[in-house]
């Protein structure tokens, strides 16, 4: 996909940049993979707001995604390739000999009318799923499964994908876009290519309003606030803060190191915050 650059006619076009969507089926999806979509507005069943920022934003409803690829020895035929309001990355329709019918996350270089198909070993092609330790080393992969069965958790967002960097003992080693590598077990389900939509990350929404869209509402800078209402409230003029950065209710937050998973500290092998030699 293009990005689309647009004429400054006005202070809301000056800047606009979006990913150009006229290849992408016009038309509604498919009723029976939908459902409606409640929104919390960030609060919880007591009405508290648990998740600050979220309000608003256009109706949408659920498409229910085939995250797992469990249909094997099936070959299937794309249909046609979706926008999907819940993510950034673009669905596409399969179509199943059987009459069935699944969404699954389109792949780069996936064309209608292409066929797909998952085994527990199959061809290296885009939108092919297979298990992990039948995959060939150095085969870039996306929507990966961390236990298998439970449907792909890693890399299923625009553009991204994970490489597969070795075998050791029924275990797969899988290197992440941040650099983190990792073990996964051999019989977790993954599908070949990366996601589609990689220009995503190059758009430019150029006003506040298309956010509030997007059900993102303005959050307020703590050093603008009074000591009473942020721990980085309050000082004679403009300030920094004074301090590393926290949340309201004086939590770390920007990057601040949150992880305590011991239990699955033995499958990583090199943390992504690992110093790189030089």
Not at 56 to 69: A, L, N
Not at 143 to 164: C, D, L
Request: net charge positive; glycine share 12%; proline share 6%.
């Amino acid at each position: 996909m293009a990005l689309k650059h647009y004429n400054p006619t006005s202070p809301a076009r000056r800047g606009l940049i979006l990913v150009d969507k006229s290849s992408l089926w016009k038309g509604k999806p498919v009723k029976m993979l939908t459902e409606g979509k409640h929104k919390t507005g960030g609060r919880n069943n007591k009405g508290h707001v648990t998740s600050r920022g979220i309000a608003g934003g256009h109706k949408q409803s659920y498409r229910f995604i085939d995250f797992k690829r469990r249909k094997w020895d099936t070959e299937g035929t794309v249909e046609r390739l979706e926008y999907d309001p819940n993510r950034t990355a673009f669905i596409a329709l399969i179509n199943y000999p059987d009459g069935e019918q699944n969404y699954i996350i389109a792949p780069q270089r996936l064309a209608v009318g292409d066929k797909i198909i998952a085994a527990k070993k199959t061809d290296v092609k885009p939108g092919n799923a297979m298990e992990l330790s039948s995959v060939p080393v150095g085969t870039i992969v996306h929507n990966v499964e961390m236990k298998p069965g439970k449907g792909g958790q890693i890399s299923r967002s625009a553009g991204t994908y994970v490489q597969v960097v070795g075998r050791d003992r029924g275990m797969v080693i899988v290197r992440l876009n941040s650099g983190e590598q990792r073990y996964i077990h051999g019989t977790c389900m993954a599908t070949v290519g990366a996601v589609s939509n990689p220009d995503n990350a190059n758009t430019n929404l150029a006003k506040a309003g298309r956010n509030r869209w997007k059900g993102i509402r303005p959050l307020t800078r703590g050093v603008a606030k009074n000591p009473v209402d942020h721990p980085h409230g309050g000082g004679e003029g403009r300030t920094s803060g004074g301090r590393h950065p926290v949340t309201p209710w004086g939590k770390p937050t920007k990057g601040a190191r949150t992880r305590s998973n011991k239990s699955t500290d033995k499958m990583i092998i090199r943390s992504r915050h690992a110093k790189k030699k030089r």
